[in-house]
């Protein structure tokens, strides 16, 4: 499991280190989010 601080931009313009991309098998255009509150 990989676990990184996800910075974001003005506008909610979520940026994603390339590691994580890699490790979740996501691809340029593609959004998959979860979140949990607390």
């Given at each position: 499991?990989?676990?990184?601080?996800?910075?974001?931009?003005k506008?909610?313009?979520?940026?994603?280190?390339?590691?994580l991309?890699?490790?979740?098998?996501?691809?340029?255009?593609?959004?998959?989010?979860?979140?949990?509150e607390?």
């Amino acid at each position: 499991m990989v676990k990184v601080v996800l910075k974001v931009r003005k506008k909610g313009v979520l940026i994603l280190p390339k590691p994580l991309r890699e490790a979740a098998g996501i691809g340029e255009g593609e959004v998959s989010a979860e979140a949990r509150e607390g």
